[in-house]
């Protein structure tokens, strides 16, 4: 009949110790959306969810008690996580693809490593890679299959094998209206596990959601292989429905807008705080953005009243050569100024900031230090430049990589072309700038102690006294990279 559907994707969380460790997973929101698709037009869907799983293995009971006509690795595209192409998580893919083959399963994969590397994925024996955004592609894939006389090849987004030769179908654009999207199938996910990991860690649970897909902006090093270029959002009105909906069913405190930018379009933070506000609807939630797009201190207000506590900001370097060589089209000065007006309306304001981008000196390093110490953000979050195909940094490193092009795991960290540095330099210089960090923020904790103790709480006495570990600590890793420097 052709109508049975197993649904999974490559992330397992207890391959990947820092994430494991920090015990914050989110459901694979981008396979919940395809499961959705499908089963609105019929299709009998079911999901092994591998985020909580041990091994690539476990699939077997799930394939041996659904018996799916089609198995399909379909990774959350919205996940930072996934994008990045973990070894890890590709050869887990590998295996799940083996196995699926072995009980007769038709093999389909969608995810942002099969869209670079569709070649790789289909060798170790998948059927079909969906290129770019899927759920339409596979929705025609699927019918395909129903028809007497199959041609995949007018199908766009695509790639398979015919007579041994890569066939590659013409590039699909990507949907613009997303409220034509059923709501992702939140039914499908055991959502205690997740809570159980929050609260335990964190002591809230927080779910994600996403408002939009794609980004305009152009930054070189940012691969975009699922929702590219473009920028298409929903209606506020659609978004606050699947927030009370969720609320409902899962009752959570906090929400992750995964968008890589959120609330782009003009007018619509407004909109969604105003029917926040109507709904009475009370939650945190946290989200990115850019800093050129956080100076307007009528739309941070209206963040704060719709939830907002938390915004994520591409800051990247301190330096402006290093972010206009990158071509991120911000300046060091908006950094300072959003970072201001964020605090100044109890939003905090966190940074991700990358080292070792080709031309970048100590100089161009400590002028980024320099700025994490004088704004001091509630959160940052370190990497090395990552090479990922289909980016201009890409093409212009491909020649100095060898045959190491990804990450095992995220945390480690490994500069993958020639720089200024060793590699070993990059990642000690990581464990500095994060000590150093915590070091900062106690001395400000002191001052906050010493200047208005009435007001301070047991928070800011254990971030002072953390002072006495991270200023020796601090110390020590510096000297290991000035060492390092020398290497």
């Known amino acids: 009949m052709n109508n049975k559907v197993l649904f999974s ?18 459901p694979p929101l981008g396979t919940l959306y395809a499961a959705s698709m499908l089963r609105k037009n019929g299709y009998d869907v079911t999901l092994f ?17 659904q018996q799916p006509d089609f198995f399909l690795i379909y990774d959350d595209g919205f996940n930072y996580l996934t994008k990045m192409c973990l070894t890890n998580m590709r050869d887990a893919a590998f295996k799940m693809i083996q196995i ?31 290129l770019g955004e899927a759920e339409h592609t596979l929705l025609e894939v699927l019918s395909e299959f129903k028809k007497e006389h199959q041609d995949f090849s007018t199908i766009q987004g695509l790639a398979f094998l015919q007579n041994n030769s890569v066939v590659k ?18 039914d499908l996910i055991d959502i205690e ?9 964190v002591g809230y649970f927080s779910l994600n959601m996403a408002t939009t897909r794609g980004c305009p ?21 659609n978004v606050v429905a699947e927030l009370k909906m969720l609320k409902e069913k899962f009752n959570f405190d906090h929400i992750w807008f995964c968008d890589d930018i959120f609330g782009l379009k003009p007018g619509w933070v407004k909109a969604f705080a105003e029917i926040i506000e109507k709904e009475n609807l009370h939650f945190k939630f946290k989200m990115q953005g850019r800093v050129d797009l956080l100076l307007q201190e009528n739309g941070i207000k209206d963040l704060a009243r719709a939830g907002c506590e938390n915004i994520w900001m591409g800051a990247e370097s301190g330096s402006q050569k290093i972010l206009d060589a990158m071509d991120k089209g911000t300046t060091v000065q908006q950094i300072y100024q959003a970072t201001r007006l964020l605090k100044k309306n109890n939003i905090k304001p966190s940074f991700f900031i990358q080292f070792g981008y080709p031309g970048e000196t100590r100089n161009d390093i400590e002028k980024t230090i320099k700025m994490i110490h004088e704004l001091l953000p509630y959160e940052i979050g370190i990497s090395v430049s990552y090479p990922l195909p289909g980016t201009v940094f890409y093409e212009n490193v491909k020649f100095q990589l060898e045959d190491k ?10 500069l993958m072309f020639r720089n200024t540095y060793h590699p070993a330099f990059y990642k000690q210089l990581h464990s500095y700038v994060h000590k150093s960090y915590r070091m900062h923020l106690a001395f400000e904790n002191w001052k906050q102690l010493l200047m208005h103790p009435v007001k301070s ?25 000035y060492q390092l420097e020398k290497v």
């Open 405 to 414: 092009r990804n990450w095992t795991d995220s945390d480690e960290m490994a």
């Open 9 to 26: 994707h490559s992330y397992f969380l207890r391959f990947d110790p820092k994430q494991w460790s920090t015990g914050r997973p989110y």
């Open 193 to 201: 596990p997740y809570r159980e990991s929050w609260m335990k860690k």
């Open 169 to 186: 179908t013409a590039k699909r654009n990507v949907m613009k209206e997303l409220d034509d999207l059923p709501l992702p199938a939140w």
């Open 100 to 130: 699926a083959k072995e009980k007769g399963c038709m093999v389909i994969v969608s995810s942002s490593d099969a869209t670079d590397c569709h070649e790789m994925y289909l060798q170790q024996g998948a059927d079909f890679i969906i």
């Open 217 to 237: 902006f152009k930054c070189n090093w940012c691969a975009k292989p699922i929702y590219g270029n473009r920028y298409n959002t929903r209606s506020p009105e």
């Open 49 to 65: 969810d591998t985020m909580f799983a041990y091994t690539p293995n476990d699939v077997v009971d799930y394939l041996e008690r």
């Open 457 to 481: 709480n047991l928070s800011t006495i254990k971030k002072a006294l953390s002072g006495f570990y991270y200023a020796p600590a601090s110390f020590i890793e510096k000297r290991k990279l």
